[in-house]
């Protein structure tokens, strides 16, 4: 899918390059890919539930440059977990549909047992909104051996996210309901502030325990706080409660040399600064239709590295195809410049995406994309 001829690095030293602050060869792509159309474009398969991971591996080994949250088609299922929680998963997705509590007396009682497991963890211990394991669910393996396997089936031209990391207050109010952790707080705001800080205690462990800045020297930090609008909670709540903890949990994927790249959608405008404040090397995944336009992100914050950027809630379901190149174009323009720009779809390319719109995008980054100064030449 992507021409090799006028590349003169490899997917992971464009990565490294800009994360130094260096100029690349070219624009790195970035996205995720959950699209049955797209995935049959490129290898010429079926896809089906026994061959889905391994044709979405090649798909992304062909066509991108970097990657996060591998997410194989499976068969639909529901499920409940020992500690009550009832989950569904489809295709692409698994979506919390029953919980263990009906009201904030039950989500109490919860939170307490459950900072009790939290501080009687053992090494390699996570705790996400799908509960305690680790973030590939496959018990029998490390982590490492997991990742080290998908990166075999990708291919060495895309660069992996071997850590994908919580802050706590994601899981936190996915594992409880955002309506009954607020009240909760407002009920017991020292309990469920405990909780958060046993929350982020526990991922601080994991990422001393786990860190391996030779699998990756990225990682992506994630807590989805924000609407379309605003963020979910005030930024003086963010600033008591959050940005702290966000804070600590940077400064130790830092002190293993890997840089640190935050995951919300929504508008968060607000408290942009206060991500700066907390060390941020970059943000995801700046959604237009949110008011994260990438040029006006990268005017106001020219070291971060922007990810993301091209809409896929309007835009890539609906435009023309000329519209999606110029939007591109002008985003690159905007944005691209020193190479600080991994450029893909909004959220991920799901299924309502039009194939030729994703083809476009990806054609004309390849086209636009390419820089005249020097390859590592430092800004």
């Not at 039950?106 to 973030?135: C, H, P, Q, T």
């Not at 895309?158 to 909760?184: C, K, N, Q």
């Not at 966000?246 to 130790?252: N, P």
């Not at 995008?361 to 800004?379: F, K, N, S, V």
Request: some cysteine; charged content about 25%.
């Amino acid at each position: 899918m992507r021409p090799l001829t006028r590349d003169t690095m490899t997917a992971r030293q464009r990565i490294e390059a800009t994360l130094r602050g260096d100029l690349p060869d070219r624009l790195p792509i970035f996205d995720l890919i959950q699209h049955i159309p797209l995935i049959e474009q490129v290898t010429g398969e079926k896809v089906t539930v026994h061959n889905g991971l391994d044709l979405l591996c090649r798909t992304i080994g062909q066509c991108l440059d970097i990657t996060r949250g591998i997410s194989a088609p499976a068969e639909e299922r529901t499920y409940t977990t020992p500690d009550g929680f009832t989950y569904k998963q489809e295709w692409w997705t698994t979506w919390l549909v029953q919980r263990p509590f009906k009201d904030v007396p039950g989500l109490l009682e919860y939170i307490r047992r459950n900072i009790d497991e939290i501080y009687g963890r053992e090494r390699g211990d996570m705790w996400s909104f799908a509960g305690k394991g680790n973030v590939w669910g496959v018990e029998a393996k490390s982590p490492r051996e997991q990742f080290l396997e998908l990166q075999e089936k990708v291919g060495e031209n895309t660069v992996l996210f071997p850590f994908e990391s919580p802050v706590g207050m994601d899981t936190a109010h996915i594992r409880a309901g955002l309506a009954l952790f607020i009240y909760a707080y407002h009920d017991a705001p020292d309990l469920v502030s405990d909780w958060l800080e046993a929350l982020n205690w526990a991922e601080i462990r994991r990422v001393h325990e786990t860190a391996d800045r030779e699998l990756s020297p990225v990682a992506l930090v994630y807590s989805d706080i924000a609407d379309k609008n605003a963020t979910f909670y005030s930024p003086a709540f963010l600033r008591k409660e959050f940005f702290p903890r966000l804070s600590k949990l940077v400064e130790a994927w830092h002190q293993h040399g890997i840089r640190v790249i935050f995951h919300s959608d929504g508008n968060l405008w607000q408290v942009l600064n206060d991500f700066r404040a907390a060390g941020v090397d970059g943000i995801n995944p700046l959604e237009p239709l949110s008011g994260m336009y990438a040029g006006d992100v990268r005017a106001h914050y020219p070291d971060w590295i922007l990810m993301g950027g091209v809409d896929a809630s309007q835009l890539l379901p609906f435009a023309p195809a000329d519209v999606v190149r110029a939007t591109v174009r002008r985003t690159i323009e905007q944005a691209g410049a020193h190479g600080r720009l991994w450029l893909g779809s909004s959220t991920e390319i799901h299924p309502a995406c039009k194939l030729e719109n994703v083809l476009a995008m990806w054609d004309t980054i390849l086209e636009h994309g390419y820089y005249d100064q020097p390859a590592g030449e430092r800004r």
